[in-house]
């Protein structure tokens, strides 16, 4: 299981099958999840492939529904790893209290599959993503853990064998304090050891899995990644079965880590024994944004790119969409940022989509 990306890449230097996701896992049984790498040599996907690293993107099921679109076309070729940006939280399959509908996760499993591509899963535990009955409902500790252990056994049954990696946890530590932050449903009902709990239940339902804990803004040395630092090493002093820590990477442009402090802060997981994936890269640009903005958009994704290639134990680099058509950036900024992606809103790739590929070729 622990072997580096380089000794996969020598294992699987004849048939490139399931290439990326054995190497960046170092699990061959995880091979069987990737079929065919990518087939156009010009993608991100294809150099990414040959590199072994995992490339992925959010994704939108209403925007899928023609596999002709720009939209399926980009998704397909560039990216050998998939994430639904909304439609596996809780709030989307569970939004009737025991009524669950697969039916956009589903969708975006099979075209995975059809693009042999890898999933990566978001998330089982969140303070927020819940649907209405959960977000306003005070709820004993007891049936608090029956949901959330009914939620966490159904979709890791369901997908398993299909995704390679889940985030358990998501946002867990908050600004105020250390450890665990007291807030939403599931915090509220069970207390803190509800993380130690969601973990060990995803492990038992998913045991090929890998699980991570997922937060933003521990990207650098801040507070809160001391903070999550701390707290990741007192779960797994006790034994909760995390592995990786995930960056959301939700940056804006001329606020990025500089990288040596960026790489540092990820050696400081990697020492704890974890791997690193970001899970939400994009890169924030300002209205009447320059050239020189564009340029240093660029710059900024293709450092955390070559972080990753740097970086064994850093294994996925996961963006949070692809075209500046549809992106959660203007409206969590209140429409002060915008244009954080690597395609256009035409389609067109921008300076970034250009300096990550020259990463990915080494060149
Ligand atoms: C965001 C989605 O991008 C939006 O479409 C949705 O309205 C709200 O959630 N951190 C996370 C993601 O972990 O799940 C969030 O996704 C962005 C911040």
Not at 121 to 133: C, K, L, Q
Not at 241 to 248: E, F, H, R, S, T
Not at 295 to 305: G, K, L, N, P
Request: hydrophobic content about 40%.
């Amino acid at each position: 299981m622990n072997m580096s990306r380089r000794d996969a890449l020598k294992l699987s230097a004849t048939g490139l099958a399931g290439a990326a996701l054995v190497q960046a896992t170092g699990c061959a049984s995880l091979g069987r999840l990737m079929g065919k790498p990518g087939q156009d040599p010009n993608s991100l996907r294809y150099l990414a492939d040959k590199r072994g690293l995992i490339v992925g993107s959010a994704c939108a099921w209403h925007l899928m529904q023609d596999e002709n679109s720009p939209y399926c076309d980009i998704l397909g070729r560039e990216f050998n790893c998939l994430v639904a940006e909304n439609e596996m939280k809780m709030e989307a399959t569970q939004a009737e209290r025991g009524k669950y509908n697969f039916t956009a996760a589903d969708g975006i499993m099979a075209f995975a599959a059809k693009h042999d591509m890898a999933v990566r899963a978001i998330p089982m535990v969140w303070h927020d993503g819940n649907p209405d009955w959960a977000m306003n409902a005070t709820f004993s500790r007891e049936e608090a853990l029956e949901i959330i252990h009914d939620y966490i056994f159904t979709m890791a049954t369901r997908y398993k064998g299909k995704i390679f990696a889940w985030d358990v946890l998501n946002e867990g530590i908050g600004d105020d304090g250390p450890g665990l932050q007291d807030k939403g449903p599931w915090f509220k009902a069970i207390g803190k050891d509800y993380a130690q709990i969601a973990y060990n239940w995803a492990r038992e339902a998913d045991p090929d899995a890998e699980l991570f804990y997922n937060d933003f803004y521990i990207n650098r040395f801040s507070v809160k990644a001391q903070r999550t630092l701390d707290w990741l090493k007192e779960e797994l002093d006790r034994g909760t079965p995390i592995d990786g820590v995930g960056l959301q990477y939700h940056i804006q442009v001329d606020n990025r880590p500089k990288m040596q402090e960026a790489t540092d802060n990820i050696k400081r997981f990697i020492d704890l024994g974890l791997k690193v994936h970001v899970t939400e890269l994009d890169v924030w640009l300002p209205k009447n944004y320059t050239q020189e903005h564009l340029q240093r958009q660029a710059e900024a994704y293709a450092e955390v790119y070559e972080m990753a290639l740097a970086i064994p134990e850093f294994t996925a680099v996961v963006v949070w969409g692809f075209t500046d058509l549809h992106s959660w950036v203007p409206y969590t900024s209140g429409h002060s940022y915008d244009d954080a992606l690597m395609f256009d809103r035409q389609f067109k790739p921008k300076p970034a989509y250009e300096a990550i590929r020259s990463v990915l070729r080494g060149s």
